[in-house]
């Protein structure tokens, strides 16, 4: 079938009430459509009507039976990059049916759909590859990516997500293997958000890759040269941005896991052309405010009385360092004193004015030489163990995707001055925690607040049990998409991210904070994505960055799509 079809959109009949989709799409080519084949659930009407007969088993599914048999086939995979594999060819054959059961199992399937396997799905994209899903740019379409955008079919206002898989998690250059990157993304939009899947849109600016290994193996599915860079790649990155207005008016565009130097580059230079956020960058910075603000309300203190140490200076360490910033701000604080509560480290240790060789982008970063005048330092340059010691620091952010930085000594040296210090290990994937939750709670006697970016078990101390809460961003971004596509918002704020943090924040209850688990449940991430999108649609539309509506709750609850199965009847 021609890959033009146009996306039905559901109708109401007049006379019954009854909720429907027109469909104009028949036989093999229905069932080899994602978006509509239904598989075993076509009622035997609608196996007459669309030209089915013979092509199905004879039973007649409800959507619970083939949900059943999905898990029954999860459960005999038996590893997690098997359970991934499956899942995607779920997604290959039957959206509707994949998104539900995303919705239903979130706790176990998140992890498997996103990180953190899809980070080994990425570094062996070439080698499990079975159907291309999404947009494809590469150099060879200069002159003509509106071309490439124009072979996907369209839906008003669709979010895209665009990735040039040069810094995929924690593993670095993936190549065209960053594609599962935009995929896993929207999956959770789809299912965290309900914005339905036809307006959803990987893409992968696949402009090359320096990762020898990939261009040595013979399977190796992307552009087999060394990674575009300078002008031909910024001309080619202005030619997307410029495509993405004319073929998808109002989209919003998330760039993801590009490098340090692009994505503060692209963020900087469009986000005033078209709605769009780095989720690396202010997403997790989002994140990382939710849980200051329910920490530092539960022990009664501000964000502003903390002093904050961050180990890991790429795109999340600023954009983490600059939103608390503005947090402290919001509460009241001078902004270049809030900046000084925040210390910020990268691999040659603390960043210090005057450091030789420091580069522009971590020039703002620097502590002046006056703070650490009178520091006791036994490290040349400053490392983290002075730092913390130092700076009697009461938080701790890793983003360094160093596994094991902090050391027994490092945390044990934090918890002498603080009683609850709060400490958030959130390099992806699991293997690169910079440390373990059950090592950050014995390691401060039960009193650490703990937070991971991958999703960790239960930890036993004492007694007591420790529920480790994920600082996932599938909290933020599903939330803050569906509140800017449903008031049509002009761009993505500052204090769009901030309101999102407040309302993440409100979500945690006082019985998850007892139990030392600092965001919420999983599970509740449509709930939580649902308040997330009011306060950002409302935020925007004080800032006048979108218009006024009625009733602003009803309108995102319209827009949230729930994965289920309408009666189909031809056109």
Same mark, same amino acid.
């Given at each position: 079938?021609? /890959?033009?079809?146009s996306?039905p959109?559901?109708?109401?009949?007049?006379?019954?009430?009854?909720?429907?989709?027109?469909?104009?799409?028949r036989g $093999?080519?229905?069932l080899?459509?994602?978006?509509?084949?239904?598989?075993t659930?076509f009622?035997?009407e609608?196996r007459?009507?669309f030209?089915?007969?013979?092509m199905?088993?004879?039973?007649?599914? +409800?959507i619970?039976?083939?949900?059943?048999?999905?898990?029954?086939q999860i459960?005999r995979?038996?590893t997690?990059? %098997?359970k991934?594999?499956?899942?995607n060819?779920?997604?290959?054959?039957?959206?509707t049916?994949?998104?539900?059961?995303?919705?239903?199992?979130?706790?176990?399937m998140?992890p498997?759909v996103y +990180?953190?396997t899809?980070?080994y799905a990425c570094?062996?994209w070439?080698?499990?590859?079975?159907?291309a899903r999404g947009?494809?740019v590469?150099?060879r379409? /200069?002159? /003509?990516?509106?071309?490439?955008?124009?072979c996907?079919p369209r839906r008003?206002r669709p979010?895209?997500?665009?990735?040039d898989?040069?810094r995929?998690?924690g593993i670095g250059?993936q190549g065209?293997?960053?594609?599962?990157? $935009?995929?896993?993304?929207?999956?959770?939009?789809?299912a965290?958000a309900g914005?339905?899947p036809?307006?959803?849109?990987p893409i992968?600016?696949?402009?090359?890759?320096?990762?020898?290994?990939?261009?040595a193996d013979?399977l190796?599915?992307?552009?087999?040269e060394p990674?575009?860079?300078g002008?031909?790649y910024e001309?080619?990155?202005?030619?997307?941005v410029a495509a993405v207005q004319t073929?998808?008016?109002g989209?919003l565009l998330?760039?993801e #896991?590009f490098?340090?130097?692009?994505s503060?580059a692209n963020?900087?230079r469009?986000?005033d052309?078209?709605?769009?956020f780095?989720? #690396?960058?202010?997403g997790?910075?989002?994140m @990382?405010?939710?849980?200051l603000m @329910?920490? +530092?309300?539960h022990?009664?203190?501000?964000?502003?009385?903390?002093?904050?140490v961050?180990?890991?200076?790429?795109?999340a360490?600023?954009?983490?360092r %600059?939103q608390?910033?503005t947090?402290?701000?919001?509460?009241g604080t001078?902004?270049r004193?809030?900046?000084?509560?925040?210390l910020t480290?990268?691999?040659?240790g603390?960043?210090?004015?005057?450091r030789?060789?420091?580069?522009?982008?971590k020039q703002r970063?620097?502590? $002046?030489?006056e703070? @650490?005048?009178?520091?006791?330092?036994?490290?040349?340059?400053?490392?983290l163990r002075?730092?913390v010691r130092n700076?009697?620091?009461s938080?701790?952010?890793?983003?360094?995707?160093?596994p094991?930085?902090?050391?027994q000594e490092i945390?044990?040296?934090?918890?002498r001055h603080? $009683?609850?210090p709060?400490i958030?290990?959130?390099s992806?994937?699991t293997?690169?925690a910079?440390?373990?939750?059950?090592?950050?709670?014995?390691?401060?006697?039960g009193?650490?607040?703990?937070?991971t970016?991958?999703?960790?078990?239960?930890v036993i101390?004492?007694?007591?049990?420790?529920?480790v809460?994920?600082?996932?961003?599938?909290f933020?971004?599903p939330g803050i998409g569906?509140?800017t596509?449903?008031?049509g918002?002009?761009?993505v704020s500052d204090r769009?991210?901030l309101a999102a943090s407040?309302?993440l924040?409100a979500r @945690?209850t006082?019985?998850?904070i007892?139990?030392?688990?600092i965001?919420?449940?999983? #599970?509740?991430?449509?709930?939580t994505s649902?308040?997330?999108a009011v306060a950002v649609?409302?935020?925007?539309?004080?800032?006048g960055?979108a218009e006024?509506?009625?009733?602003?709750?009803?309108v995102?609850?319209?827009?949230?799509?729930f994965?289920?199965?309408l009666?189909?009847?031809p056109?």
């Amino acid at each position: 079938m021609s /890959r033009h079809y146009s996306i039905p959109v559901p109708e109401t009949d007049p006379e019954t009430g009854e909720r429907y989709l027109p469909v104009g799409v028949r036989g $093999p080519d229905l069932l080899k459509t994602p978006l509509l084949n239904k598989g075993t659930a076509f009622t035997r009407e609608e196996r007459e009507a669309f030209g089915l007969i013979g092509m199905l088993p004879d039973h007649v599914s +409800t959507i619970e039976d083939q949900l059943e048999r999905v898990g029954d086939q999860i459960e005999r995979k038996a590893t997690e990059m %098997d359970k991934n594999i499956y899942l995607n060819g779920l997604l290959d054959r039957n959206e509707t049916l994949f998104h539900r059961f995303l919705v239903e199992n979130l706790s176990t399937m998140v992890p498997i759909v996103y +990180t953190p396997t899809v980070a080994y799905a990425c570094r062996y994209w070439s080698r499990i590859f079975r159907r291309a899903r999404g947009v494809y740019v590469t150099p060879r379409d /200069r002159g /003509r990516v509106l071309e490439a955008l124009q072979c996907r079919p369209r839906r008003e206002r669709p979010v895209i997500v665009v990735t040039d898989n040069e810094r995929i998690l924690g593993i670095g250059d993936q190549g065209v293997g960053g594609m599962g990157i $935009p995929i896993g993304k929207l999956a959770l939009y789809a299912a965290a958000a309900g914005i339905h899947p036809s307006r959803c849109i990987p893409i992968s600016l696949d402009v090359g890759t320096n990762n020898s290994e990939l261009l040595a193996d013979p399977l190796y599915a992307g552009y087999p040269e060394p990674r575009l860079r300078g002008e031909p790649y910024e001309e080619l990155v202005g030619e997307f941005v410029a495509a993405v207005q004319t073929a998808f008016p109002g989209a919003l565009l998330q760039w993801e #896991d590009f490098s340090n130097k692009t994505s503060f580059a692209n963020l900087s230079r469009y986000r005033d052309t078209l709605p769009s956020f780095n989720d #690396d960058i202010q997403g997790t910075a989002a994140m @990382v405010v939710a849980g200051l603000m @329910v920490t +530092t309300h539960h022990l009664g203190t501000r964000i502003s009385d903390q002093t904050i140490v961050i180990v890991g200076a790429g795109s999340a360490g600023v954009g983490i360092r %600059d939103q608390i910033a503005t947090a402290m701000v919001a509460e009241g604080t001078d902004r270049r004193e809030a900046e000084l509560r925040i210390l910020t480290l990268d691999s040659r240790g603390l960043i210090v004015e005057g450091r030789p060789e420091l580069p522009p982008g971590k020039q703002r970063l620097a502590v $002046p030489v006056e703070t @650490v005048r009178d520091w006791q330092i036994d490290d040349h340059p400053i490392g983290l163990r002075d730092v913390v010691r130092n700076a009697k620091a009461s938080v701790l952010i890793g983003v360094s995707g160093m596994p094991g930085v902090f050391t027994q000594e490092i945390i044990e040296r934090l918890a002498r001055h603080v $009683p609850r210090p709060i400490i958030m290990p959130l390099s992806n994937p699991t293997s690169h925690a910079e440390v373990t939750p059950s090592n950050a709670i014995a390691w401060t006697g039960g009193s650490a607040f703990v937070a991971t970016g991958s999703p960790f078990p239960d930890v036993i101390h004492g007694g007591f049990t420790h529920r480790v809460g994920q600082a996932n961003n599938v909290f933020v971004f599903p939330g803050i998409g569906l509140g800017t596509l449903a008031v049509g918002a002009s761009k993505v704020s500052d204090r769009m991210f901030l309101a999102a943090s407040r309302a993440l924040a409100a979500r @945690v209850t006082p019985d998850l904070i007892a139990a030392g688990q600092i965001y919420p449940s999983i #599970d509740t991430v449509r709930a939580t994505s649902q308040a997330v999108a009011v306060a950002v649609a409302a935020q925007a539309i004080e800032e006048g960055l979108a218009e006024p509506v009625d009733d602003l709750e009803a309108v995102i609850d319209a827009d949230m799509w729930f994965p289920e199965y309408l009666p189909y009847r031809p056109v």
